[in-house]
């Protein structure tokens, strides 16, 4: 597929581990699942990490758009 | 059902105990009885924590969307 | 009346009191006597907050909904 | 006049004295001279206050809604 | 001309000096030029000022209204 | 050309040097090359400026308009 | 191509790398790929710096645009 918008890569990541970049400078990392225009996220097995040591799992977690800074994909 | 979209997974959490992380930095955890597409969420039997500890009782409670940060779900 | 959106719980909370978390840490509780779907909301009878100690009496207060962290219902 | 929406009462308000709690924490007092649905208020004989001493006087003043913490009425 | 919104005032007050609270705590007084519907205005022969003190000419500028907190009208 | 709206004098300042104040209290100056009505900025021959002294040349730089407060024109 | 609006750049810039300002302070460098009218942009071999120092390398990295300050383009 060829990549025309920033949303066409997420949609090449879904079931795969990304890295989401926090407002807040925490980092989480989970199995994307689905995502909307809003940049909202669902992911699955998902980790908190804070200055790259981890938090806390917080399995399957929403993220709304709007807290997000970045996505790191594979 | 197939999870095509982040709501549809606050759809199969609707009478189930969720823990939302706020802006704020505290938690609120409850039953989502029902929410809207910005993110606006009606919990009900709902606590408030702060830093793993519970803070008070706040029974049925209507979050605004914009202040919160993600939604883990069961 | 059957909760299908989080507004449908204000809509049942008109007349009743309700206690308003603030961004600013304040909080308001009042009696519902309005709301519509950016959260705006009329209360009467209206008290300050400020950490569980009255502030200040202001009687009926027109709230802007982007300032609203919560809504706590009867 | 039945109040129905939030702003219904602001339109009560129309040339009566309201006190307007802003998000830098000042308070603007003065006569509603118009709104319109973005909060926006234009008032007339206006006062800014700070911790309660009142620090200048602004005569007409358009608030932009964006602003607005909330408004107490009469 | 009869008020009915407060942009009937901002309408009023072209080629009338104005004295813009900006978010930042500075001050912007100059010419009312042209206004839109977000409270983007222009000004000719603005000056800046900081607790009251002049800061600096800066001639013709172009306010962005999501910065501007209020502004005062002759 | 009549000013009627301050997008108007952004258009008449196309090819010339403008000066921007940005939220973090940077300033960039550039060439002002085009513009859109979120206030999204092209500028060529670009410097960023803090305290007035020079901080870096950037060459062509697309400045968001959620970040700028106001724009100096000639 | 004439550039008429500043997304006109972004377009140019497709498989060039720019460098983006971020709103934490940090800089993130890296091909553009794709970019919408949010401003969100992906980028390919991307890295972040703080201070002009290399703080990691992200590989594939979504950005969203509220959280961007500024993009340099070569």
């Known amino acids: 597929m060829e990549i025309e918008r ?3 890569a997420l949609s090449q990541s879904r079931g795969k ?6 407002k807040d400078k925490s980092q989480i990392s989970g199995v994307l699942k689905a995502f909307d225009k809003h940049v909202n996220l669902l992911l699955e097995n998902a ?3 804070v200055d790259g040591k981890m ?3 917080i399995g399957t977690v929403f ?3 709007g ?3 970045s ?3 594979e």
Do not use: N, W
């Open 71 to 73: 996505v790191a994909l």
């Open 63 to 65: 993220i709304r758009g």
């Open 6 to 8: 920033p949303f066409d």
């Open 55 to 57: 938090k806390s799992k």
């Open 67 to 69: 807290t997000i800074v």
């Open 47 to 49: 980790e908190v990490r």
């Open 17 to 22: 581990r990304i890295v989401i970049e926090m």
